[in-house]
């Protein structure tokens, strides 16, 4: 089948100038004028931020990087200025954010406004349509590219030459970063963010950029080798895995990687005292296994801390100034030019029969009605069945069921389940972030994924394997010469090379294939192990997502009266999906009637309830993007709680019964 996308060319954008805006320039807080919040811990947390302040003055005086990695709401919540006294003061040796973060901080720059009403905005297809936003940083982004600059510095470029149309420079977080000579990165997820819905968006300028900050960030880390901090302000996926991945090439390269500490600083309560089981949503929380876990593996130390960014940033910011001044220190400059340490040829990568897995092929058990337990784990029947039932009048339509899956839906051992509802129609379009791809193509390939990691990342293995990238790079390099999507290209390279893929049958590409159901990919740049590899090519993947978004949006243009289902992906699921669902409403697809779920191990309760920006759910990308804006027209949301090793065979066992 050829694959069907929307083009769009068509998008009908209208001026950010005549938005309403939920953030301005006017409330930004001022580090010097305003008082200090009320940030109310525990003794033993106040104990462990006391600790993190002396490490962050003590590394900076030795000459050691300090590194921060946040996500939007620091700047929505408008702390740009706290971070820039930072920079100022020689604390942070290099500042990251996530695609939201920089789109933010532009507006700021030229309009001096930003954030729009989503909830209104959405049902119109208005949202994210925003003819200045779009086309300047794209403009930006496009530019870069063809002069091989990464994508901070490709923004900082085009305002920089172009002062007039930004009279807010000196509020600008990113630009303010480079003017003082500190490293500024973007680690975007391709088709989250609103400047990849307008007419003029280019996946493969894009992907090229993003992934030039990737490389850089992975030289501000080996900048960590003999010690030195990393600062994570609620991103808690890009964040922390961008972190792990530039650490694992450090220690393949044979740097130390020594006598690193790393805080997380969110919202979400969760705490380091406490080790939870598989069973419990914090054990899947990136921070703690990432900051704490694996850290710790290499004898490194990580803080979680709990509070609002307007609690926690200031009191940062006035204690290592105050803690700076005690000790009448100064903080040098750091000796950048890294890039040799982590040359390819550097890079060390190992044969995947010698790794361990944890899914092997031969453990995915067979579709079994009462595996799990599987219909007494619903916890609540009357909702359920409601949403059975949906999902069945939805098919008995013909009416499309688009299926998105996280990265740890391989690993929980369902794909059987999931390719029975494939082969028998109940899903119509499969949906895969970058992780899931990766797993599902290495299962079909070797019979085994998910690496055992216990001691993987000290020596220098964690996510450095041959094969896995080599097959997946090439089948990457050959789909985009025959203009591919992601996934068309993993399909078109299994139809090429059948004899490497012995275990196709068992996945969930192999069943797409074979059923010719579309199998779309959307990657994040920088998070997956498979771009670990010297051959990874962030153009081409950048290029191949998009095209995977396009093909997504025209899945959802389909969907009135059919039914979206996430498992699992709390970020890029809900992010595409809102936005293709944008992009369709805005082109004229009559889309009122949806209906939407949640799968998570995730506890929301009433999921119904009004919580406000001190509640940490109201954070939580499902429950606004699936649950809510969506069904806003019409339809009908859900949220389901549990593990997808209970929940995909408990919809199979009611589906199959059908």
């Known amino acids: ?100 973060t920089s789109i933010h901080d532009f507006e700021l720059a030229f309009l001096g406004e930003t954030s729009e009403d989503v909830a209104r905005s959405i049902e119109d297809g208005s949202f ?37 149309q930004f009279p807010y420079f000196d509020d600008c977080l990113f630009a303010q970063c480079q003017v003082l000579g500190v490293p500024y990165t973007c680690h975007i997820s391709i088709g989250t963010d609103i400047i990849h819905q307008h007419p003029i968006v280019d996946f493969e300028a894009l992907g090229r950029t993003s992934g030039i900050d990737f490389h850089n960030m992975c030289e501000s880390v080996a900048g960590l080798e003999h010690g030195g901090i990393f600062l994570n302000f609620g991103s808690a996926i890009s964040g ?36 939870p089981t598989e069973e419990e949503s914090e054990y899947y929380y990136r921070p703690r296994r990432n900051f704490m876990d694996r850290l710790g593996q290499i004898g490194g130390a990580g803080y979680l801390f709990n509070g609002l960014h307007q609690m926690t940033i200031p009191h940062l910011f006035h204690s290592i100034m105050k803690r700076k001044q005690e000790l009448g220190i100064s903080f040098p400059p750091i000796m950048r030019n890294r890039a040799a340490k982590l040359m390819p040829e550097r890079l060390k990568l190992h044969n995947i029969q010698h790794r361990v897995n944890r899914l092997r092929i031969e453990d995915l058990p067979a579709l079994d009605s009462n595996s799990y337990e599987a219909c007494q784990t619903v916890p609540d029947e009357v909702e359920f069945h409601d949403f059975i039932g949906r999902w069945t009048e939805a098919r008995a339509k013909k009416s499309g069921v688009l299926v998105s899956l996280g990265g740890n839906v391989i690993g929980s051992g369902v794909n059987r389940y999931l390719i029975d509802l494939l082969e028998n129609g109940w899903i119509t379009h499969l949906a895969v972030n970058g992780a899931c791809a990766f797993q599902d193509f290495e299962l079909a390939a070797f019979g085994g994924t998910e690496e055992a990691d216990d001691g993987e990342l000290a020596a220098g293995r964690f996510g450095m394997w041959r094969e896995p990238g080599e097959y997946l790079h090439e089948a990457l390099r050959l789909g985009y010469a025959q203009g591919l999507g992601y996934g068309r290209s993993l399909i078109a390279y299994v139809q090429l090379h059948p004899e490497r893929f012995p275990y196709l049958e068992a996945s969930l590409l192999g069943a797409c294939m074979r059923l010719d159901i579309p199998y779309t990919v959307h990657i994040t740049i920088g998070t997956d192990a498979v771009q670990q590899h010297p051959t990874a090519n962030f153009s081409i993947q950048g290029k191949a997502s998009g095209l995977d978004f396009q093909s997504y949006t025209y899945a959802v243009s389909q969907l009135e009266d059919g039914v979206f289902a996430n498992f699992g992906s709390t970020v890029t699921g809900p992010e595409v999906f809102l936005k293709a669902l944008s992009i369709s409403r805005n082109l004229g697809y009559p889309l009122e009637k949806i209906t939407t779920a949640n799968f998570d191990i995730v506890k929301l309760g009433d999921y119904h309830r009004k919580v406000g920006y ?18 806003s027209l019409g339809g009908k949301g859900f949220h389901f709680e549990g593990l997808h090793q209970a929940m995909i065979p408990a919809i199979w066992s009611k589906l199959a019964a059908k």
């Not at 200045?132 to 305002?159: D, F, H, K, V, W």
């Not at 001190?614 to 069904?631: L, M, Q, S």
């Open 614 to 631: 001190e509640d940490w759910d109201y954070y939580y990308r499902p429950r606004k993007n699936i649950i809510h804006r969506p069904t």
């Open 240 to 275: 922390p895995e961008i972190f792990l991945k530039a650490l694992s090439i450090c220690r393949n390269a044979g740097l130390d990687m020594v006598d690193i500490t790393a805080a997380n600083f969110d919202i979400l309560p969760v705490y380091a005292d406490i080790q």
């Open 128 to 164: 994210g349509m925003w003819e200045e936003t779009g086309r300047y940083m794209n403009e930006a982004i496009q530019q870069g590219a063809s002069l091989g600059l990464g994508y901070g510095e490709s923004l900082y470029r085009y305002l920089a030459r172009q002062p007039e």
């Open 1 to 100: 089948m050829e694959e069907q996308r929307i083009s769009f060319a068509d998008v009908k954008t209208n001026s950010v100038y005549n938005r309403t805006n939920l953030v301005t320039i006017k409330n930004m807080a001022d580090p010097f004028a305003d008082p200090l919040p009320d940030w109310q811990i525990s003794k033993r947390m106040q104990e462990q931020f006391d600790a993190l302040i002396e490490s962050i003055v003590l590394a900076r005086a030795a000459g050691r990087p300090v590194i921060w990695s946040m996500g939007a709401h620091v700047i929505k919540n408008g702390l740009s200025r706290y971070i820039i006294e930072m920079v100022r003061a020689g604390i942070l040796t290099h500042v990251s954010g996530n695609g939201a």
